[in-house]
């Protein structure tokens, strides 16, 4: 393969890269206004206080009493409520997904490697496994609903890499020339999909427990209470009891990139632990999800301290890999940037 070769596939690469970024850009437009359509004037929602958050279904209406609060989320794709613009978004994200795909299996064949070595490969793969994360629990769990929050980070997050981390193709350094980069890189980006999720689940938990405040309010005073889309969606403990699993999940996920991480850093540096910044901010996020698990399971941490541990896990996570990887020099200096 030639030089011009490898610059051809990697202009290709890019292309896709930028085509997928303007579809997720439309699938966020699609799932924001699905949120909008969900919301609905004050005086028309039905008056039952005991079901706060459930959802609109004509299986809810016609057996209020059997359905739990995780019903509506385990819907069968094909029994699930005909949201027009939700549909729409699911389908441009399916769309996008292929195009992100495409761009980024070009891009490792264009460098003979697999596409994770610097901050822009890491973004460009790690944006799609939230996405094929995404994809693939919508099979199973209708959180259609979450479509705005992920698909808009992920036009950020790829964008902003895009535009700021982009590198042409070089050869790796010598101390990435590991099995682990495969194993470790990749396990620490399945890991943070999966606190993505559980982040946006958590701000949704939030936001709903806000409204059921209010709406509990409302009707002690006889006032109108406020809604819209949260109407539609489950109450905020089962959104909290979501995202606690998700997090459990990507913890056990994120405990095997730590145990990874050491091994390699032993194979190359003839040490497990040397306190490089970048393995002090993986133990640290390895510390607060491990908190956030254990104050929720034994300390009945439930509400809105569990949902801020789970945010602040996630924005750990975001830290760590942009801030620590611009800023802070040691021995992970793999950014690809100048």
């Known amino acids: ?38 919301s609905v004037p004050a005086d028309i929602v039905q008056r039952e206080p005991l079901r706060i958050g459930a959802n609109t279904t004509e299986s809810s209406k016609t057996q209020p009493t059997q359905a739990g609060p995780l019903d509506s989320i385990h819907t069968p794709p094909a029994h699930r409520q005909r949201l027009l613009w939700a549909r729409i978004g699911t389908s441009l ?62 036009v950020l997050l790829l964008g902003g890499a895009t535009i700021t981390f982009y590198v042409d193709v070089v050869p790796l350094m010598d101390p990435l020339k590991s099995v682990w980069l495969v194993i470790h890189v990749f396990v620490a980006s399945l890991a943070t999909a999966l606190f993505a999720i559980a982040c946006g689940l958590s701000i949704t938990q939030l936001m709903q427990a806000r409204r059921e405040r209010r709406a509990r309010a409302s009707s002690e005073t006889a006032r109108p209470s406020g809604t819209g889309f949260l109407r539609t969606l489950p109450p905020a403990d089962a959104l909290e009891s979501l995202a606690y699993r998700f997090a459990i999940v990507g913890f056990i996920f994120w405990t095997f990139t730590l145990i990874a991480g050491s ?28 908190g ?34 611009m800023f802070f020099k040691g021995l992970h200096a793999y950014s690809g940037l100048s």
């Open 1 to 38: 393969m030639t030089g011009t070769d490898v610059l051809s596939l990697d202009s290709i690469s890019l292309l896709l890269v930028w085509t997928a970024i303007a579809t997720y850009a439309l699938a966020f437009v699609a799932f924001t206004l699905d949120l909008a359509q969900r």
């Open 93 to 154: 994200t399916i769309l996008a997904f292929l195009f992100h795909l495409a761009g980024t299996l070009l891009r490792g064949i264009s460098a003979d490697r697999v596409p994770w070595a610097n901050m822009y490969e890491f973004a460009l793969t790690g944006t799609l496994l939230i996405v094929a994360v995404y994809l693939t629990v919508l099979r199973r769990l209708d959180l259609r609903f979450l479509g705005a929050f992920l698909i808009g980070m992920v």
């Open 292 to 325: 956030y698990i254990h104050a929720r399971a034994t300390r009945g941490w439930r509400g809105s301290r569990s949902a801020w541990l789970s945010i602040i896990g996630f924005v750990a996570v975001l830290f760590n890999f942009t801030i620590v990887n």
């Open 263 to 290: 091994i390699w850093a032993n194979d190359s540096w003839g040490r497990y632990w040397g306190f490089d910044t970048k393995e002090v901010w993986t133990f640290v996020i390895w510390v607060l999800y491990a």
